[in-house]
Nanobody, 124 residues
Framework: QLQLVESGGGLVQPGGSLRLSCAAS????????IGWFRQAPGKEREGVSC????????FYTDSVKGRFTISRDNAKNTVYLEMNSLKPEDTAVYYCAADHSYHKVVAGYDIDYWGEGTLVTVSS
């Protein structure tokens, strides 16, 4: 059973940076596409970014393009989300999710595995 654990969240000032990690235990991530999603208070969950199993394909939602970078290190069984130039509207709980289907992760629908989330707060 794949288990995903997010880390790296915290409080940061506007304009600051954070790096989120999504680590897997018991199962290799090599054959999984990974997505980062977020949910702000009172709002629906939205897809932020995703990466294919090979790392050759990536997706970013428009609001984070040029600021966020997704990457994966299969040797460490970990996927990262580097977040720069953070804005208050980036405040949310960030979740990573995994599925063998890249298209399902891009769509954010019917994804097999989810982490518990990590809170990112952008505030002065």
């Amino acid at each position: 059973q794949l288990q995903l654990v997010e880390s790296g969240g915290g409080l940061v000032q506007p304009g600051g940076s954070l790096r989120l990690s999504c680590a897997a235990s018991h199962v290799t991530l090599d054959y999984f596409a990974i997505g980062w999603f977020r949910q702000a208070p009172g709002k629906e969950r939205e897809g932020v970014s995703c990466i294919s199993s090979s790392g050759g394909d990536t997706f970013y939602t428009d609001s984070v393009k040029g600021r966020f970078t997704i990457s994966r290190d299969n040797a460490k069984n970990t996927v990262y989300l580097e977040m720069n130039s953070l804005k208050p509207e980036d405040t949310a709980v960030y979740y990573c999710a995994a599925d063998h289907s890249y298209h399902k992760v891009v769509a954010g629908y019917d994804i097999d595995y989810w982490g518990e989330g990590t809170l990112v707060t952008v505030s002065s």
